[in-house]
């Protein structure tokens, strides 16, 4: 979890401004429900096969991500091996994915707000994608410099543990460390943040 919530911070820091804030409660609802969407069909469905992420992140996928300025993908990645994505939908803030061969992958939105975030990361796992593939376990929350921090435990079950251990070559039911992070508006480039990963073992 330190390891995440380092990334955490410094990629909040290293992403290139946003256009504009807002206080419009829809807009944050929106993109929080886009940036949890995009977690859970791109990063957790293919969690594992960093080539099934980029091919569910590409330009003719279900999103119609399109790829970051190399130099701004550079600025985010510092010197680690991955690829940067970025989604714009009209109406809503844009939506940036991160995801290296270190295998943490990382959704950033321009706009979010922290009960919207968990309400739609509830509703993943309880009607949406991972139903009945998995439940989330809260851990800890903490504010930061003014930044709410979440810790969570994904715990993987049924079909979705047995789609990871295909890919893992185990049980599937190792738990995947997942942690939010919201600043109040204009306190950051990218309001919102979700990082998962699966730990590796001792």
């Not at 569910?56 to 994505?85: C, H, M, N, W």
Request: glycine content about 10%.
């Amino acid at each position: 979890m330190r390891i995440l919530f380092a990334c955490v911070l410094f990629l909040a820091a290293t992403l290139p401004a946003a256009a504009q804030t807002s206080g419009d409660y829809r807009l944050r609802d929106e993109t929080s429900r886009l940036a949890v969407a995009v977690l859970g069909k791109v990063c957790l469905m293919n969690l594992g096969d960093i080539n099934a992420v980029i091919t569910a992140a590409s330009p003719t996928g279900e999103f119609g991500f399109v790829e970051a300025p190399e130099d701004v993908a550079k600025g985010i990645l510092q010197g680690r091996t991955g690829y940067v994505r970025v989604l714009r939908r009209p109406g809503l803030g844009a939506v940036t994915l991160i995801v290296s061969h270190d295998g943490i992958c990382s959704v950033w939105s321009e706009f979010a707000d922290i009960t919207a975030m968990q309400r739609h990361l509830m509703a993943m796992v309880e009607k949406g994608g991972l139903k009945g593939g998995a439940q989330l376990l809260a851990l800890d929350a903490r504010d930061t410099d003014g930044v709410r921090v979440n810790d969570y435990y994904l715990m993987p079950s049924g079909w979705y543990a047995a789609q990871l251990g295909k890919r893992y070559n185990d049980d599937g039911s190792q738990p995947l460390a997942l942690v939010t992070s919201i600043s109040p508006p204009g306190r950051r480039p990218m309001e919102g943040a979700l990082v998962v990963s699966r730990p590796l073992k001792q």
